[in-house]
Structure formats: C-alpha cells, structure tokens
C-alpha cells in the first residue's frame, strides 16, 4: 500500500529514533525526540531518545561539550542531538530493540522544550486511573502501545479505501447537519441561528444520503463516516463514532457480502492473519436456537439442542408442562463442568432467572453416574437420550431450560457465554466471521404494541415472503444480514425496499399515515418516484473492528480523544456553558 | 492509483453502460440502468440505456417480445436488458461515445422502477432555477457533468491519501463534538443532554486537536476533516466544508511547504496537468505592493508600481500632498486600456471610490499623445517617466492612486482584477500557484483596538523578529503562509509557537491574563507543560480546490448535498423544528 519507510527527514533531523542501524555507522545524524529514559553509567550518561518511530541511545561522554546540556535534561525533555552512529562496544548490542546495534555519540545537544514533572509514568500506567489518562490524552497518547493503536487505526482506513477504490466505490461525503426526525429522540441537534427555533440534527448514520446517492445514479457509495448518537453511553459506546459504510445499486444480499468478505480479508492480511470468505451464514432463527443469541461467539463450538421430543410426554410437569404450553426444552452441555460446586451451580442457575427464565436444571456427569437434584423426575430412558443428544462424557455438565422459545434461547445463550468464560474449552478458530440472515423484517413494539421494523424501515422483505405482508406480517422475513466477529456485531446492511408502493406498504403496517411517511421520510420517498434502482449497502463499526484487532476491551483506547460515559472530554473539558449573548443570538433560553 | 477498470459486475448484470465495445461483439450481456432517451426508427425501437459509467444503445425489434415493454418505458424508468451484442450495422458507429461500436440487440427486458415524468429535463438544464436543481438533487446528480464532479472529488481524496501515506502521515480522527470558547461566536453548538444547560460545539478546524497530537508525539498528522462556521453565507461558503488538514513535528516553513506543493504536484498529475514546485513566494508586503491583494492570481503578469520617487517635489498636489502625508503614489497600466471610454474611466473611478480611494487619476496614450482630465498638473517630464516606468505602449492606458499605502493597494488591486476582466490579457500560465508568507503577527483589532492576530493565536513569530515583541509588536512578522491557486486562498499554514512561554506572551500582547488563557485555551497551552515539540502545519480547503478544478464558480457544485446562502437543504428540508419534548429533555426554551 506505502511505501514503509518513507523518509521523515526535515529541516531539524536527518533521521528518526527507529531506524538507524550498523549499516549507519560512521555517519553524521541529527535526531530529535524525547527524553525516555536517561542513566548514569561508568562516568558516560546515556538518554534513550523516542519517537513515534522508536528509540535511539545517545551517549554523552563526560569530556564532551554536551555533557553538561545531558546532565540537565529531564523525562520528556524535547531534545535535538548531532553526532556519529557508532557500534555498541562488544557484545553490548541490545537485540530487543530495532536500533540495538548503535548508539548516538553526541557532538551537539540542543534543548528544544522542557517539560513539567509527568502527573504518571508512560512506563507503568496499570495503576494510573482513566481518569487522569483521559486528562492527560496527550501523554497517554506517547505511550507506544496508544500510538500504535492509532497508527494501525489510520493504516487500515487506508486498507479499507484502497479496497474499495479498486471496486469502483467512491467515497462521498454526505452532511453533518441534517434533518431531524420525530424518530430522532436520540439525535444531537443543532440550533440553526439564521433559522429561529428550527435545528439541525447530527446524522446516526448516512442511512438516507447513501440511498439517495443510488437513486442519483451514484452506483457503488462509501463512506468512513461519523456518526452520532445521544444515549447512555457504556463502555463500549462513544456518543460520535466511525462507520465504514457503503451501498451499492442493481445488487443482491450475496453481491454486498462478497463486497465485505473481500475488506475482511484485505484488512486481516495486513494484520498478517489469514481469513477467507465466504464467511459461514445462518438464518437469524437457526442461530438464535443454537446459540441462544444473535451474535454468537463462534470462537467456540458449544450449542445449544433441542430436546423438545424427548419430554413431550415426560412425567417432570417443569418440562411437559413447559412443552403444552408452546414452550420448548433445550440444554447445553458444559463440558467438565462437573468441577462445578453446588455454589457454582446456584450462581449459573441465578444468571438463568435473571434472564427470564423460572428455572434451570442442572446435572453433573461424575464416575459413571449422574448427579442432580432434580434427577429423580428425569426417567431413565430420559437420561440415556440426553446423555447421547448432547455427548455428555466422564467429568460433564449439563443444563436444561424449559421455556417460551425466546426466554429459554435467551438464558441458555447467556449460560453459553459464562461456561465459555468459566471452563475455557478450546477455541475452533481465532477469528469467527458469521453473517446472520433473514432476521425479522417485523417486530411489536414493546410499548405501543404496533409493528415496528427491527433494524431500519427501508429493508425490503425477502421477494419470497411479499405475499405474507397482508397475511401475516410477524413472519415476514427481511433481506437483514448482520456480520459478527467473535461475539461482536461489526456491521449491518440490507437489501433496501426501491419501489415507492413497496416502502408504502411497510410504513403502513407500522401505522404511518402518508402525511407521516412525507413528513418523516420525505426525502427518500420522493425520490423513490423518479426511477430508483434496486440497493443495498452495509454499515459497519469501525470502532468495534480496530477494538477488536487491537485487543482491547474498550474502543476508547482506539479513539484518539474520547468522551467518558458521561459525554465529557476532561481534557478540553467539553460540554460547557455558552454565554447569554451567544444563547439569545441562538433564540433559546435554558430552563430546569 | 486503483484499477481504472475494475468489474462491477453483480447478481443483476454483467456489465456497465460504458464498457461494451466490438471486442464484446456476439457475448451474451445484461445490463443495467435508466432509459436516458428513446427513438423510434424505421420500426426499431432504439434506448440510450444510462447508468454512471456510460451510455449503451439497446435496439428492441418489433418482432422481439421485448418491444411491447420497451414502447412501454419512458424517461427514467430503470431497466434490466439481456441480449447480444452486436455491432453497429455499417456506417452507423457513433464515434462520440465509447460504445459507440456496439448495440445491444434486446432479447429480455424487465421494468426495475417506474419513473414519474422528471420536474426538469436532465439534457436541458441552464435554464432551470438552482433552486429547482437543490430539491430534486437526486435529479441533478444524475446529470453527468455533476456526477463526474463527485467522482473526480473522490478519486482525488485518494490521491490525496496516498501521497500523505507515502510520506509517513496518518490520519488521525479529532472530535466533532468538542468545546465551545467565548470566541466561538461562529460556533454551531449542540446542546448535551446529559449535561443541561452545557453545550459541545461542532470544530471550526481541528487546529488545537491537531497540535495536541504533535505534542502527543503522533509525528505527522492528516485529515480530511470537515469544519464548521454559523455565518452568513455567500456562493462559495458553506455551513460545512472539508479541509485537508495537516500538521508535521520537528519541521521549518520549507518542509511544509515541500509536503503541500508535492501533494499540488500529484493532484495535478491526476487530471492531465504539470505543475512543479517549489512554487513562488512572496512576502506579504511585495504582494501587497505589486498586486493589492494577499491573494493575487499570477496567470496575469499584471503589476502594480510604485512612483512616489517621481511626484515627491510635483506641482500636483493630489500626489505631492499625499507624499507628504506619508502616502504613497502607485500606478498600474492597462494594456489596450485607451479603448475605455470617459463612460468606463468613470465607473473605474467609482471602482476606487469603493475601495477607499478619493479619486482616480487616469490616463490613455492614443496616437502618440497623453489624453487626460488630469494631464495639465503631471508635467512632461513626469509624463515621460511614468511612460517609462510602466512601458506604456500605443493604446494603453494608466491608473494612478495617491493615498495611504493600505488604500492605494486596496483599490489598485480592485482595478487590478476589474482591467483582467475587462481587458482579457493572454494568460501566462493556467495554474498560478504562490506563497504568500510573513504576514503580520499581529493587527489591532477595527472594535477593540487591541492587538489580535491576523490568522490564530497559534502561530509562531519569525524567530529573527521575537525581540521586537515587546518594542514594536506590529511590525514583528509571523512564520504564516497562505498558499494561493489562481486568486483563489486554497490554504493557510504556520509553525506554530511550542512553548508555554512565547505563547503566552503572545496571549499577552492580545490583552488576555493567565486565567482567561487557562479557561479558553487550556487544552493546548496545558499540553505544552508536557515537551512540546517545534511543529506547524497547513489546512487547504477542498472545497474551494475541487472547485477550480472542476472549473465552476460554485463549491455547490462539487458538494453532494449542498445547503442553500439562508443555510436551508432543500432535499431533506433542515433544519427543522423539533418537537417540545426533545426540547424539555435538552432543558431548552425557544425565546423571541
């Protein structure tokens, strides 16, 4: 892609911290960088020079002119040294480091900038509060690992345009200062001074713009895109964050995933892993049965079975009851998990109720015999099918939720992920690519009990299943595909609804009125009437991705200046007050 | 840089509209697109089938089953074709466009979407109201000219990119959602609504985020950042503009301008043009003397001259007496300019007028002879010498201001750009490029009166000049260069002051105490507690620089969804009221 060593020469340095080595020896260098470490050693100080490119040793003897400039020098002083590459004496040289065959005999040392005392060593922050990391960004930021974060971060967006570049994408910049909707109650909004009381609002996602690229013609769309959203932030969310987000005309699903499988592979090739499309695909409806959840970490093989049939006429009312009344019985294996004590089992049956379920049935497989206390109402024949569905072994656990489908998929998906956690079974693979399809295209909303979509409104149906939108609309389902990556959802997209009848259709099962559809929606239904071209794209977390690659828990340490979960920058300490004048300029008063 | 023809094939075609040629003749293709035209000929029934990479003729024979659908089709409905491709019979290639050679002999046709007949014709729109065309942008994207500008403005990001990452940049993402400061007055807010009453502001530029990443020791920065700036509008701004945005540790002034002049060199390259650097420079004073304008555009020669020499003892006493004020007399030539009329001297005249001159002196030399009102106070010997000195041939014309120096370069330079227009001399080269450096440090602001900086409180004195900061502040020069295209301020760069010390006395110079500092610029005058290094940098506004090289006056025209002079987008109708429980939950109240 680049060129890796390009050169970094300026007018204050002939070279960087990270790259000389014994092929430079005898040469004249300037270099500049700070202070990381400095130590006295047989009358000679030695400061170990940094970069973002490495670190550099300089040598100041105690006869030279510089000696004096050396001593003074403090961490984190900016420095800038002139001298000749020399060869480490002897066996000196220090192979961990990538310029551990030199050192810099300084001639000349110039102070370039002092520095305060650091408020945290950049060696040892295990113990530094991310509070105090987030004040002080710009030092946090020195740390190489931060650094290389965000070098990576900034290398893979390159991966991921060149990728697309070669496609025939273009990337199109859509704007920040959109059009707020009444659906909009987590949007940020901005007051318009030229417009008294109207705002703008900050786009949660070019979802409109991109479509409306299509209908222009624009054929292949992308586009690293801020978002941004105005919620309870959690550890992993930020309230603006990046999308790698893209459409594409006259497609199907299996055209836009081909697309994504390709970026995959581009942007793990880098990282020097191999991954290859296609990636497995599963029906949303399987994949919640046998997982227990809609973005499965299949690092690990564990599933979920049903074994509905082996209970329909069982004497154990939890579980024939459950079945008569249109519920299911499912169990997942735990393997050696009959290390687990009675205390572990309370705890795991807990985290079964707190996700709905009444219950939850456990066995331990121990020297040949099953031990459970609910045992007794388990038949024999019951066990001897169980122990097979499930391939239960010597050391084995079991657990069986009797429940709504939901719930019991819930709670055992759930359990998947804390056995996962609590007995470290071997992982099948390092990277688990999954797409999920055909989710729902409907869903009652929790509150109002109307249909509402369950991912966006313009997803269009699959043309299969049109015919059931009059019939039987919960049924319905879409061409919605997810993209998880070990657990975690990295993308979203769909085939898009282009006929004006067809978005018609799906706003009025969700009880729109046309004058609510133009007031909402007006923009992308208007356009619809002038030849839009079949569609469909796929947003994906940049965020999220970068997270994971790097291999960290908390997309802050991929985001060079983030917000904490209360919204607020500590180091340039945003959001604050504005003053009355800029407030009565914007015609707005702020009330309790 | 990419694949210029990379396959986009997809479920839905095998082809474009603009890649069949007689290499295609007898395959079996499908192709995609919009009825662009139709015509009926000798019973054939011929479409222009368009999609964003071309235009391919499909032929429907009256015998196919496929002509009762094509009859069927009108403007804009999107088809699917499936036929042969066959060349065109005997003389009827169309060398005007690139499948030229070829038709594509119809033998299944599907409807995609119908269209609604369109508000505007496509072919035909000069006579269409921008208004019209900002509406329906869906529409006017789909124009061919428009869509090549998005296309050339993404393909130059890239570009771009590529040349940055060939020289170790990254690009670094700043936040959106930063702090507002009592400057801000241009600041688009956003109210947080977990913080009430607090509010974050949308950047105007990533300066200060930027500079805190050189201090954070990222090295070299990029980033086509999108700014923001609540103003009133005129045709070549907009609420939201992108900005190459760069910034580069350890370097002097050169080493920038070597990276922005390299970056020139590559764009150019990409759409057929040479330019070289390294590009003119020009103090801020010579500019201002030669050209009246910071921002002078060299494809003309066209210079302003000083002759105060000349008038210091005249009998005139409009040049003498303005000598004697500490004015200056300046003249420029207009080439062909004896054809003006007394009608045109005067609205020349009234030209100067506007800029602040109290009159205009005027002189045409036709047929040998000096014409002039004014001619009876210049002497002949004074005549001849200003002959001389601006090399006033058969035809020309002369102007002469005598004023103070700011006023004479401010209307001389207005009649500078106005004899261009009006006298259309031959171009001397078709990109001028130029640096303009040393601007003042410091000016007095027209309010206040106290000194304030000319471009940000960020840039650095010369550092030859430092001393007299605290003797003569106004005449210490900056490290601040502008790099000017064309007439046209393409960007604006500096090194930047790096300790807390100078610039704090800088702050200083501007009136304001440690506290206000502190409060308005914490962040970065914090960070440079820390070792700052020395670092500048440069932000160019792509905009403005894909607007001249599309080569329209309006940057909405190479904008994908532009927002109208009162701020308005037509299309999706921001901003927008909001409604008054988002306002509650945002502890806001709309006052009159």
Not at 65 to 85: D, I
Not at 471 to 476: C, E, I, K
Not at 512 to 524: A, L, T
Request: proline share 5%; hydrophobic share 40%.
């Amino acid at each position: 892609m680049t060129n890796n060593t390009p050169s970094k020469k300026t007018a204050l340095r002939t070279h960087t911290c990270g790259e000389l080595t014994a092929a430079n020896a005898g040469q004249t260098v300037t270099l500049t960088g700070w202070v990381d470490s400095k130590r006295n050693h047989g009358g000679l100080l030695f400061i170990n020079l940094r970069d973002l490119y490495g670190v550099t040793q300089i040598v100041a003897r105690p006869e030279s002119p510089v000696f004096k400039t050396a001593e003074e020098t403090k961490s984190e002083y900016v420095l800038r040294v002139t001298g000749q590459v020399t060869l480490r004496p002897g066996d000196n040289p220090n192979k961990n480091m990538p310029t551990g065959e030199i050192e810099l005999d300084a001639a000349r040392m110039d102070v370039l900038n002092i520095s305060q005392p650091l408020p945290f060593d950049l060696g040892e922050h295990a113990g530094v509060s991310e509070e105090t990391r987030l004040k002080y960004r710009f030092l946090d930021l020195r740390r190489p690992r931060m650094a290389q974060n965000l070098v990576l971060r900034s290398r893979l967006s390159q991966v991921v345009r060149n990728y697309l570049y070669s496609l025939g994408f273009n990337e199109i910049e859509t704007p920040m200062l959109t059009r707020s909707t009444p659906e909009g109650a987590r949007d940020f909004v901005v007051p318009s001074r030229s417009n008294p009381g109207e705002f703008y609002a900050l786009p949660q996602s070019p979802q409109q713009f991109k479509q409306v690229l299509m209908m222009s013609g624009m054929d292949r769309y992308f586009q690293l895109a801020r978002n941004f959203r105005d919620e309870e932030l959690r550890s992993d969310r930020q309230p603006e964050h990046t999308q790698i987000d893209l459409e594409m005309s006259f497609v199907d699903e299996q055209d836009i995933a081909r697309v994504a499988e390709g970026m995959m592979k581009e942007i793990f090739a880098y990282i020097g892993e191999e991954v290859s499309g296609p990636f497995p695909e599963m029906e949303f409806s399987d994949v919640m049965l046998k997982y227990g959840s809609d973005k499965p970490d299949l690092r690990w093989a564990l599933e979920i079975k049903d074994c509905s049939a082996l209970f329909k006429d069982s004497q154990f009312k939890v579980f024939s009851g459950a079945l008569a009344e249109g519920g299911v019985v499912r169990a997942i294996k735990g393997e050696k998990g009959a290390v687990f004590s009675r205390g572990d089992m309370d705890k795991l049956t807990d985290l079964a109720r707190k996700h709905g379920a009444k219950g939850l049935v456990w066995l331990r497989f121990k020297e040949g015999h099953w031990d459970s206390p609910t045992l007794k109402f388990i038949s024999e024949a019951e066990q001897a099918a169980l122990k097979d569905l499930l391939d239960v072994r010597e050391g084995d656990a079991m657990f069986i939720a009797a429940d709504k489908p939901a719930v019991a998929a819930q709670c055992l998906g759930a359990l998947r992920k804390e056995l996962i956690a609590r007995l470290k079974p071997a992982q099948i693979k390092k990277w688990a690519f999954l797409w999920v399809r055909h989710f729902p295209l409907l869903e009652r909303d929790a509150e109002s009990g109307n249909w509402t979509f369950t991912h966006n409104p313009f997803t269009a149906p699959l043309p299969e299943e049109e015919h059931k939108l009059d019939t039987d609309p919960g049924n319905v389902r879409s061409c919605q595909y997810d993209l998880v990556l070990n657990g975690v959802e990295l993308g979203s997209g769909s085939v898009r609804n282009h006929t004006r009848a067809m978005q018609e259709k799906i706003f009025a099962l969700m009880g729109y009125d046309k004058e609510q559809v133009q007031r909402r929606f007006g923009m992308i239904v208007n356009a619809m009437d002038f030849g839009a071209p079949p569609h469909g794209g796929i947003g994906m977390g940049y965020d999220r991705l970068i997270g994971l690659i790097c291999g960290t828990d908390s997309i802050r340490d991929v985001i060079a200046f983030p917000k904490t979960t209360s919204g607020a920058c500590l180091m340039s300490e945003a959001p604050s007050p504005i003053d009355e004048k800029q407030l009565k300029e914007l015609h707005l008063k702020i009330v309790e």
